[in-house]
């Protein structure tokens, strides 16, 4: 986006959770970060601002990667329901639903069996990469029953 104060930006909003010039790309690129059934936009990015506000989409049965990273986010769910992790939290999402995810807090987002989850997502645009769990970080968060029953889908 141009540097000037004077400029607007309107996207008009189409059906679908789609936006009119906002490309629909993959959740990440990384081969090694597992997720499933999950695409994003960026709807908004401005240096001016330092943040910018997604819209990721969860296919039913889909989750985003497990990982945490010193940058922290507030999600605010549009579309659908499903669950979250946030550190050893687990919480069922609906329609406005806010989650704040805090700084280097293991955190994932997953859609239920039967809807998509569909959620605004706002961060600073400059971040740094995500941290993914080594097996023994995994096994200690899947002591806890709850968790372990997140993380496996049921």
């Keep these: 986006m ?10 008009a909003a189409r059906e679908g959770f789609h936006w009119d010039g906002v490309e629909t790309r993959r959740y990440k690129d990384e081969p090694n970060a597992p997720y499933r059934e999950v695409t994003r ?3 908004f990015s401005d240096p001016r601002l330092k943040g910018e506000l997604r ?3 969860v296919a039913p049965g889909g989750y985003t990667t497990l990982e945490k990273h010193e940058h922290m986010h507030a999600v605010l769910v549009l579309r ?11 919480r069922a999402l609906k329609l ?3 989650v704040t995810v805090p700084p280097w807090t293991w955190h994932q987002f997953r859609a239920g069996k039967d809807e998509p989850l569909g959620f605004l ?3 600073n645009a400059e971040r740094d990469r995500p941290q993914l769990p ?4 995994l096994a200690e968060m899947k002591r806890d029953p709850t968790v372990r029953a997140f993380l496996e889908g049921k």
């Design 2 to 11: 141009s540097e000037s104060t004077n400029e607007t930006t309107f996207r």
């Design 41 to 43: 936009q960026i709807l």
């Design 55 to 57: 819209y990721f989409e």
């Design 80 to 90: 659908g329901g499903g669950a979250c992790l946030i550190g050893d939290d687990v």
């Design 96 to 98: 406005n639903d806010l």
């Design 121 to 123: 997502c706002l961060v």
């Design 134 to 137: 080594s097996d023994s970080e």
